[in-house]
């Protein structure tokens, strides 16, 4: 061994391999190995980094308080916790369940969507689980791109749409909402993108990413707005993946593109049991659609994954039973939340469209302020109180930030006297911006 690998000076290892020494950083200097090429196309998550920042600060006594991750902190249902731990003392109940899930579980999707939607599911050709919607957005995206692939992205949108695509190859086309047209697609804007691809002879468009209710502007959809997508992706066969989390949250009236005639020939359409029945971290979720669009997913996630623990399918069946009371309780807490996010808001200069529906606020900053980023840092840097900045969803969103409702009353009147304390119109000069790629 060469003396000038000093990180084996004293190790009893006889292989640099068998060193437990070694520090994999981003080219391993001492072996050559370097991670694949899509690696270097993403960056980690933002929340991921910026979580880290704020432990940090709480480990020194900063006691931050997060507006920024929209993480239900209410609880299931209480018959919902008892089906689990009922189900769980079964001996029948711990093996690898099927890919597809248990039939009652697909049937109680299938219910919940004719009860709530009006929309018919065939529970057993047209209804994929899956573990958490994130997960279907990369199963989907790795069934239907090619390297090289178009795919339209909402800016301002969810980053794991533009990450996903990266990581499959797929070449983005950033299509901007703006406050002006109510946070919906501009459907001649987008005709002309399609015109220049085929212009340049680029590979076509093959999907499109929306998202209704939208995070994170909080813009509903219109039945009209479904109906012009299902058209637009008929006329230019474009898959339409609405991802639909949301609908419940602050919103009288649930929607599902999957309403529209002849949507499902075109359209798939993620659901979560994360924010309507306070379940994150039990990580479930669905898709539908056509049964070819859902076997086409299937050979995708069946390689890369199993079934869920059965007694939490079978919890999310009961979850599923839900009646209008059990939304509109969640919906009076969120309400009073609501209330006090508008207000923290209105004391950092913001402006915020009273029509929004799901779990955030969205805020327009003052004229007076630099940007988005700027405005949360000093919030958090000077009131210990973590916002998040608009730019992670795109540019479209440099003048926003974004408040969480998934925190307590006695936190957000907290949080509204600190920030009551500074001045949003401060120029701070600590920058922790990341690169979301978002043009």
């Not at 089906?83 to 079964?90: A, I, L, S, Y």
């Not at 299509?175 to 220049?196: I, M, Q, V």
């Not at 590979?203 to 209704?212: C, E, F, G, I, K």
């Amino acid at each position: 061994m060469q003396k000038e690998n000093k990180v084996f000076d004293d190790c009893p290892a006889a292989k640099p391999e068998q060193c437990p020494h070694v520090e994999i950083t981003k080219e391993n200097k001492i072996f050559g190995i370097r991670p694949a090429d899509r690696v270097g196309s993403v960056e980690e998550y933002y929340f991921s980094k910026k979580l880290k920042e704020i432990a940090e600060m709480n480990a020194a006594g900063k006691d931050v308080i997060n507006l920024g991750v929209g993480s239900p902190d209410l609880p299931p249902s209480e018959q919902v916790v008892e089906v689990f731990c009922r189900e769980t003392q079964k001996d029948d109940v711990h093996g690898y369940q099927p890919y597809t899930g248990i039939p009652a579980l697909r049937e109680g999707f299938a219910e919940w969507y004719f009860r709530w939607y009006g929309v018919e599911l065939d529970a057993k050709r047209e209804i994929l689980p899956l573990i958490g919607s994130k997960e279907g957005i990369l199963h989907i995206s790795l069934a239907f791109l090619n390297p090289g692939d178009g795919v339209f992205v909402p800016n301002p949108g969810y980053p794991t749409y533009t990450s996903v695509s990266k990581l499959v190859g797929a070449d983005i086309v950033s299509y901007k909402l703006d406050e002006n047209n109510g946070w919906y697609p501009n459907f001649d804007a987008l005709e002309r993108l399609l015109a220049e691809r085929r212009k340049a002879a680029k590979p076509a468009v093959r999907l499109m990413w929306t998202n209704y209710p939208n995070m994170p502007t909080g813009a509903d959809a219109s039945a009209k707005l479904y109906e012009q997508l299902v058209d637009f992706g008929c006329r230019h066969g474009i898959v339409i993946c609405n991802d639909n989390p949301y609908s419940f949250i602050l919103n009288e009236h649930p929607q599902s593109i999957l309403s529209v005639p002849g949507a499902k020939n075109i359209c798939i359409e993620l659901n979560s049991m994360s924010k309507s029945h306070n379940m994150p971290g039990w990580r479930m979720a669905m898709l539908a659609s056509n049964a070819d669009f859902l076997q086409w997913i299937l050979k995708v996630k069946s390689n890369v994954d199993s079934g869920q623990f059965r007694p939490m399918q079978s919890a999310v069946v009961e979850a599923l039973k839900a009646g209008k009371e059990w939304y509109d309780n969640m919906n009076v807490v969120y309400r009073s939340r609501r209330a006090l996010a508008g207000q923290i808001m209105e004391a950092l200069g913001c402006t915020c469209d009273e029509k929004q529906v799901g779990m955030f606020l969205w805020g327009r900053i003052s004229d007076e302020a630099e940007n988005g980023e700027t405005l949360a840092n000093t919030v958090l840097y000077e009131a210990n109180v973590f916002v998040t900045p608009g730019f992670i969803f795109g540019n479209a969103g440099d003048r926003y930030i974004r408040i969480s409702l998934c925190c307590k009353n006695h936190l957000l009147e907290k949080a509204l006297e600190r920030v009551k304390q500074i001045d949003y119109r401060k120029k701070t000069s600590r920058n922790t911006k990341f690169n979301v790629n978002i043009e």
